[in-house]
């Protein structure tokens, strides 16, 4: 079976410096969906590895950002340390481009006319991200 016909699960995170955004979604359903908010308090690695441990993604994606030019910002350093560090739990990361998902989840919260928090723009932030990346390796 090829990769595009096995079905594969992923976590997205969008990483902050006070929380990480994390989602969820697979190659066959393809909607991802929000999962939760970890604060970045010391103790983050110990509930992704939790995440891990209960979803078992195939692979994990990490948002990548960038300025407008595109190029690296002091934010993409931190997002380069998160993956490194969940490679050292032998999980395959992928980087996707996270450009304007926060502005992009915000609206869609605010078009929802309930209220919402930071956390809930970052899950979204994250679910964006990984929608990005399902259609880009998978189409829709």
Do not use: C, W
């Amino acid at each position: 079976m090829s990769q595009k016909t096995q079905r594969h699960t992923f976590l997205s995170f969008d990483v902050g410096e006070k929380r990480i955004g994390v989602a969820q979604g697979d190659s066959e359903v393809r909607m991802p969906f929000p999962l939760t908010t970890i604060l970045v308090d010391g103790l983050e690695m110990h509930r992704v590895r939790e995440l891990i441990a209960e979803v078992s993604p195939t692979q994990v994606i990490v948002g990548y950002p960038r300025n407008q030019q595109g190029e690296a910002t002091a934010q993409t350093a931190v997002s380069e340390q998160f993956a490194n560090q969940l490679r050292r739990l032998d999980i395959d990361v992928v980087f996707q481009d996270e450009s304007l998902t926060s502005v992009l989840a915000e609206q869609y919260l605010k078009k929802n006319k309930k209220t919402y928090t930071k956390a809930d723009i970052d899950s979204h932030a994250a679910a964006i991200i990984l929608g990005d990346f399902l259609e880009q390796t998978y189409g829709y």
